[in-house]
């Protein structure tokens, strides 16, 4: 389940609408620029990861739910602490309680928990971590 999740998580970033269609506002502020768990060597910025950080399993009445939390990571080096705003403001409009078709499973929805800024002034990076809990029917 891991894994459809995380295709799943993806997908949504990636996805597209409208006619003509048009990416969403996070895909083109960071250019697509969305990778899982790590970022290549000297990607461009700015960029974003997501990983899983944990996942608990409950048994209620003899179904499966699994609460998942995902961190999303945003990196940019414009100092400014608006840029990192802007894009956390677009990370949040696609994915806060946002509908995600996970194979073999059924969202129950994605729930944004956590917000933290964060500055490096070691190389001029800002940016922010994004937590969520995502409740999955497995």
Not at 9 to 25: E, H, Q
Request: glycine share 4%.
């Amino acid at each position: 389940m891991i894994n459809e999740l995380s295709i799943a998580i993806y997908n949504k970033f990636k996805s597209t609408s409208g006619d003509p269609l048009v990416n969403n506002a996070f895909y083109i502020a960071l250019s697509g620029r969305l990778y899982r768990a790590t970022a290549p060597q000297n990607c461009v910025e700015p960029y974003a990861i997501y990983s899983i950080v944990d996942n608990i399993p409950e048994y209620p009445g003899g179904k499966i739910l699994e609460h998942v939390r995902v961190n999303f990571s945003i990196f940019t080096s414009d100092i400014s602490p608006l840029s990192s705003e802007l894009l956390y403001d677009k990370l949040s409009a696609l994915y806060d309680w946002c509908t995600l078709t996970i194979s073999g499973s059924t969202l129950i929805y994605m729930n944004r928990i956590l917000y933290v800024p964060v500055v490096e002034p070691s190389d001029n990076t800002i940016g922010c971590r994004v937590d969520y809990e995502i409740l999955v029917d497995d």
